[in-house]
């Protein structure tokens, strides 16, 4: 169903997908992840920012994340989500048992970012990298019947973002913390955006365990077309869309390469997105 | 790795699976006479027409029967054609069964005199949101020929944040099944008229307003007996 579907697949994916703050990769390293991103939605924020009830939709994304460092400075980012599935379903009378309208799905690529990034100060204590991505939309934008499902919003949008991390231990335990803030440039009347996020990491347990709290947020400028006003099909929710949300993340270093990792991300605020929680589930590996 | 990945497909495939979401789309039965008629001038002939609808609001053909108050004034047979008999008044009835035995009764009362009178042919009523987003306003139908049309009023607004907004005519306020689709919303503050052919006045009792993309309701508006 719609441009919501990407917006959310950026937020909640993208950022429960990452190796963990602004850290580039040393060059000939890599980190590499198999996810299963889901969120399914019978609720959604409405322009008020109040919760109202709507058709239980679906998304489902899997994905391969890559970083790879070029040099210690650069270093290449790819998200593909190479099976994505978005479907909605069966409206069913209470009275009659009937099928009042039928549900519908469609299974495709999702729209995928590539990009770089760049550390601009990586000797000392404080680490400050600027990224770039490039939405490429490899999705669907119109699919489905009635042409309301989406993997993709079917726009190219370049993502601008700065990050400053810093590392530092607590007793024996390594930690990080990490501020970004970012300029999202949408095109075919989208409105642009500004993000925001901040997380704090920790691993324990003899280097087993780690723990991550992020809060990640996203203004719209609202300077694109009203949800109201855009073609049919591809109208649904994305321009304008706003949240604040919170998304742990866990993650279990199997040895010193592999490991599994879950997350959960909640909006406690919004406008014109989804309410529910979304989920993923990976299983990354270390170069 | 290979159980843990099993174990992501398998989540994904049981979890991707359409389901079924219940609409509570029960609306009470009823029984209406349609008819218009004010007065029946002597020796006249009027048709008079009712209209059940069932616990969906989905219109039905059921067999009418008809009776009025006090035959000498004004007569009405098997099929509602009624005839002004003398000068007076009487009450039209019209009664049904419907299929779980349950008897539904409207009434009309009727003058009779020296000229046919139909009433005009108006029905009004208000617009309001059952969601969040802002949706408010009055309207007026009335009909002219075989066009109904809507007036909805300087005083509408409706959120432009909408997406897929559209109207329906209906009898069940809760569902789109059934209802007469208007057309898509593409005004969203101060008048507007909507013009439909071959829709009567009478043949639905609420405006309906419903995002289509997310099958879900967002405002009303009932008519006017």
Known sequence: ?287 | MRPILLLMLLAALVQSCIGDDIIQDTVTEELRITSTIDTLAVNDTYQFEGRYTNNIGQTQALPVFWSTTDASILSIDDNGLATGIATGAATVYAEVVTPEQLTLRDSVLVAVGTETVTTISERTGVIRTTSSYVLEGDFIVTQEGDELIIEVADNYRASASLPGLYLYLTNNPNTTNNAFEVGKVDVFNGGHTYRINGINISEYDYLLYYCKPFSVKVGDGQLSE
Do not use: C
């Open chain 1, 1 to 287: 169903m719609r441009r919501l579907t990407l917006f959310i697949l950026f937020i909640f994916g993208i950022q429960s997908l990452q190796a963990g703050g602004g850290w580039p990769q040393p060059k000939g390293h890599g980190f590499f992840k198999l996810s299963q991103w889901w969120i399914i939605a019978d609720q959604h924020f409405t322009d008020t920012g109040l919760i109202d009830p709507n058709v239980t939709n679906g998304i489902f994304n899997t994905s391969l994340y890559a970083e790879y460092g070029f040099t210690d400075r650069l270093t290449g980012i790819l998200n593909f989500p190479f099976y994505s599935r978005a479907y909605f379903n069966n409206t069913v009378s209470a009275t009659t048992g009937e099928i009042i309208t039928p549900g519908d799905a469609i299974n495709s690529l999702g729209d995928t970012d590539i990009g770089l990034k760049y550390g601009l100060l990586t000797k000392g204590p404080y680490v400050l990298s600027a990224t770039v991505l490039f939405g490429i939309p490899l999705g669907e934008n119109a699919g489905g019947s009635q042409g309301t499902l989406q993997t993709g919003d079917g726009e190219f949008n370049q993502l601008f973002q700065l990050d400053l991390g810093r590392g530092f231990t607590i007793g024996k335990v390594n930690a990080f913390a990490n501020i970004a803030a970012g300029f999202n440039n949408r095109t075919n009347d989208f409105s642009d955006e500004l993000r925001f996020s901040a997380e704090f990491g920790a691993t324990f347990w003899n280097n087993k365990i780690t723990a991550i709290a992020r809060i990640t947020g996203i203004e719209s400028l609202n300077n694109g077309v009203l949800p109201s006003e855009a073609a049919a099909g591809v109208t649904i929710f994305a321009n304008n869309s706003e949240f604040w949300s919170f998304t742990p993340e866990i993650a279990y270093n199997i040895n010193e390469q592999w490991g599994v990792s879950a997350t959960i991300g909640t909006a406690f605020s919004g406008r014109l997105i989804y309410a529910n929680p979304s989920y993923s589930f990976g299983v990354f590996f270390k170069l």
